[in-house]
C-alpha cells in the first residue's frame, strides 16, 4: 500500500483520506484500491460508528488523474475499454460498500470537488462543504460519460432536467450554489470546516447507531420501492430498532428527562 489514501479510527469515528495533495488528490489506481481496502475494513469494524470522507490539503478531489488518462491515450481503443470496464467495476465496489454500509458518511469537502470527487460527494449520505469549495462534472470536458454514481445521485439531487445542465454543459458552481441545488448541507468558513465535521460526526457517533443505519437503508432505497413495499420495510426496521439496547437506553432517557447515552447495541 502507498497510503495515497488514509485511515484513522478514533473514539468510534473513521476518517478517511485521499491522499494525493500534490495533485489535487486525483483518483487513480492506487487511490481505488486503497479506498476499497478501507471501506471493506470498515465496514466490518464493529466499532466504527460514522465515517468521514476528507482531501488531504487545499482539495477534496479534483477527479481522475490526468496524467493516467495522458499515459492511456497511446493505447488501443480495445485495450482502454478493457481497462476501464475493470477499474471502474472496483471503484464501484468501494461506493456500494460505502452506501450499503450501516454506517453514516460525511463528505468533507474543500477546494475541488470535480468528476469522481463530486460523485463521491453526491455518494456520502451528508456533506460539508468549506467556502472555497467549487464543484463541476467535468466528465464532457474530457469525452467521457460520468462514473462513480454521479448520474444516480446528481438527477436525485437537483432534479433531472438540471442535472442533464450540470452534466452536459461542466459549468463549475460554487460553494452557496451547491447549497442551493441541495449537493451539500451546509457550507462553513474553510477555517470551521474540519471542526463543524468533527462536530457532526460526534453527533452522529453518540446517537442510536443501528436505527441511523436502517434509516439510511430505508432513505436510499425508497426511489426503486412501491409505497407497499417502503411501508413494509418501515414496520420491519421499526420492530427490529424496539429490540435493541438503544431503544431501551431512550426511551428510559425520555422518561428520566435526561439525554440519551445510546450504545449502538
Same mark, same amino acid.
Given at each position: 500500500m502507498a497510503d495515497v489514501v488514509t485511515l484513522q479510527v478514533e473514539n468510534g469515528v473513521a476518517r478517511v483520506t485521499f491522499n494525493r495533495p500534490e495533485v489535487l488528490n486525483a483518483f487513480n489506481d492506487d487511490v481505488a484500491l486503497e479506498y476499497i481496502a478501507h471501506m471493506n475494513a470498515i465496514e466490518a469494524d464493529d466499532s466504527v460508528r460514522c465515517v468521514i470522507l476528507a482531501g488531504a490539503g487545499d482539495h477534496f478531489c479534483a477527479g481522475g488523474d490526468i496524467k493516467m488518462f495522458k499515459d492511456m491515450i497511446t493505447w488501443s481503443a480495445e485495450k482502454r475499454f478493457r481497462?476501464?470496464?475493470?477499474?471502474?467495476?472496483?471503484?464501484?465496489? #468501494? $461506493?456500494?460498500?460505502?452506501?450499503?454500509?450501516?454506517?453514516?458518511?460525511? /463528505?468533507?469537502?474543500?477546494?475541488?470537488?470535480?468528476?469522481? #470527487? $463530486?460523485?463521491?460527494?453526491?455518494?456520502?449520505?451528508?456533506?460539508?462543504? /468549506?467556502?472555497?469549495?467549487?464543484?463541476?462534472m467535468a466528465y464532457n470536458q474530457l469525452g467521457v460519460s460520468p462514473d462513480g454514481s454521479s448520474s444516480f445521485f446528481l438527477p436525485r439531487t437537483v432534479g433531472l432536467r438540471k442535472a442533464k445542465e450540470l452534466a452536459f454543459l461542466g459549468d463549475r458552481f460554487d460553494a452557496q450554489t451547491a447549497l442551493d441545488f441541495g449537493v451539500v448541507n451546509r457550507v462553513v468558513p474553510r477555517s470551521d470546516l474540519e471542526a463543524t465535521v468533527d462536530e457532526w460526526a460526534g453527533r452522529l457517533t453518540n446517537g442510536a447507531t443501528q436505527a441511523i443505519g436502517r434509516t439510511k437503508l430505508l432513505m436510499n432505497q425508497s426511489f426503486s420501492s412501491s409505497a407497499v413495499a417502503q411501508l413494509d420495510a418501515e414496520t420491519e426496521h421499526f420492530a427490529a430498532s424496539t429490540a435493541t439496547a438503544d431503544f431501551v437506553e431512550g426511551v428510559t432517557a425520555f422518561l428520566e428527562k435526561r439525554a440519551p447515552k445510546f450504545s449502538g447495541k
Amino acid at each position: 500500500m502507498a497510503d495515497v489514501v488514509t485511515l484513522q479510527v478514533e473514539n468510534g469515528v473513521a476518517r478517511v483520506t485521499f491522499n494525493r495533495p500534490e495533485v489535487l488528490n486525483a483518483f487513480n489506481d492506487d487511490v481505488a484500491l486503497e479506498y476499497i481496502a478501507h471501506m471493506n475494513a470498515i465496514e466490518a469494524d464493529d466499532s466504527v460508528r460514522c465515517v468521514i470522507l476528507a482531501g488531504a490539503g487545499d482539495h477534496f478531489c479534483a477527479g481522475g488523474d490526468i496524467k493516467m488518462f495522458k499515459d492511456m491515450i497511446t493505447w488501443s481503443a480495445e485495450k482502454r475499454f478493457r481497462h476501464y470496464r475493470t477499474f471502474l467495476n472496483q471503484v464501484h465496489v #468501494g $461506493l456500494l460498500t460505502m452506501m450499503r454500509m450501516p454506517k453514516p458518511v460525511v /463528505a468533507q469537502v474543500q477546494g475541488a470537488a470535480a468528476g469522481i #470527487g $463530486l460523485s463521491f460527494a453526491l455518494a456520502a449520505d451528508l456533506a460539508i462543504a /468549506a467556502d472555497d469549495a467549487k464543484f463541476t462534472m467535468a466528465y464532457n470536458q474530457l469525452g467521457v460519460s460520468p462514473d462513480g454514481s454521479s448520474s444516480f445521485f446528481l438527477p436525485r439531487t437537483v432534479g433531472l432536467r438540471k442535472a442533464k445542465e450540470l452534466a452536459f454543459l461542466g459549468d463549475r458552481f460554487d460553494a452557496q450554489t451547491a447549497l442551493d441545488f441541495g449537493v451539500v448541507n451546509r457550507v462553513v468558513p474553510r477555517s470551521d470546516l474540519e471542526a463543524t465535521v468533527d462536530e457532526w460526526a460526534g453527533r452522529l457517533t453518540n446517537g442510536a447507531t443501528q436505527a441511523i443505519g436502517r434509516t439510511k437503508l430505508l432513505m436510499n432505497q425508497s426511489f426503486s420501492s412501491s409505497a407497499v413495499a417502503q411501508l413494509d420495510a418501515e414496520t420491519e426496521h421499526f420492530a427490529a430498532s424496539t429490540a435493541t439496547a438503544d431503544f431501551v437506553e431512550g426511551v428510559t432517557a425520555f422518561l428520566e428527562k435526561r439525554a440519551p447515552k445510546f450504545s449502538g447495541k
